[in-house]
């Protein structure tokens, strides 16, 4: 008898390969976002969809802050149309990341989102800064 993993057999390599690769063009994940932002190489912007008071709580280093319900064209003008947004907001039990994808996505923009959020990043031993940290830093 086989577990509940196996009971429904695993796809094909193909549709595996296919799937897996798909999913790369919609997702990022913590590490690589970090080692975007560690080394000079954010290729990207990188939106906190989250509430102005949880960003200044504390939020992923180079991110800006824009909530899902204030992402509109005109906002988006400041950055040329093929630029590439990073959405993320509290973790995986939140969904306003996939809010606001959708909304990117809407608007014509390249998007991903980071995986697991600020959950995430914490999780991966990252630290998060502050806009007391930021101010202190300016």
């Known amino acids: 008898m086989p577990s509940n993993v196996t009971e429904v057999p695993a796809a094909s390599s193909t549709e595996a390969l296919l799937h897996f690769s798909r999913m790369l063009t919609f997702e990022t994940?913590?590490?690589?976002?970090?080692?975007?932002?560690?080394?000079?190489?954010?290729?990207?912007?990188?939106?906190?969809?989250?509430?102005?008071?949880?960003?200044?709580?504390?939020?992923?280093?180079?991110?800006?802050?824009?909530?899902?319900?204030?992402?509109?064209?005109?906002?988006?003008?400041?950055?040329?149309?093929a630029t590439t947004f990073v959405v993320y907001c509290a973790g995986p039990h939140c969904n306003g990341a996939n809010k606001a994808a959708v909304r990117l996505a809407e608007l014509s923009r390249p998007v991903k989102m980071m995986i697991g959020g600020v959950t995430g990043w914490l999780d991966e031993g990252f630290s998060l800064v502050t806009e007391t940290a930021m101010q202190a830093a300016e």
Do not use: Y
Not at 52 to 81: S, Y
């Open 29 to 81: 994940d913590c590490w690589d976002v970090n080692d975007a932002v560690s080394n000079g190489k954010q290729d990207f912007v990188l939106l906190d969809v989250r509430s102005p008071e949880m960003f200044a709580k504390g939020h992923v280093p180079g991110a800006i802050n824009l909530p899902r319900g204030k992402i509109t064209g005109r906002k988006l003008a400041e950055w040329p149309q």
